[in-house]
């Protein structure tokens, strides 16, 4: 397994979540990696994505309330969500090795997926 995701769960609209994705330090030290989420009936959207070096591209679903972060010590990318909202209900996965395709981004690499549920 090359990309673990953890920390979903329950909580009530207005609370936080912080989800973790842990790589194999290949992957985290070569790839920009991205949080994806997908709700029930929905097709699968990207939240956030962060390169290597750092840089961050945020969905306008999550601007103000997500950030992603990398930390290199643990080689782990990181989705801190706050301030969160029923309509952010969905499975959370990360992922890694970005290619462009016909004017698309697509991963190569796919984590198991995390559901992140809020109450309203």
């Known amino acids: 397994v090359q990309l673990q995701a953890s920390g979903g769960g329950l909580v009530q609209a207005g609370g936080s979540l912080r989800l973790s994705c842990a790589a194999s330090?290949?992957?985290?030290?070569?790839?920009?990696m991205a949080w994806y989420r997908q709700a029930p009936g929905k097709q699968r959207e990207l939240v956030a994505d962060?390169?290597?070096?750092?840089?961050?591209n945020y969905a306008d679903s999550g601007k103000g309330r997500f950030t992603v972060s990398r930390d290199g010590a643990t080689n782990t990318v990181y989705l801190q969500m706050n301030s969160l909202k029923p309509e952010d209900t969905a499975v959370y996965y990360c992922?890694?090795?970005?290619?462009?395709?016909?004017?698309?981004?697509?991963?190569?690499?796919w984590g198991q997926g995390t559901l992140v549920t809020v109450s309203s």
């Open positions: 992922a890694a090795k970005r290619r462009r395709i016909a004017g698309q981004f697509l991963y190569d690499y």
């Open positions: 330090g290949t992957i985290f030290n070569s790839y920009t």
């Open positions: 962060i390169t290597v070096v750092g840089s961050t």
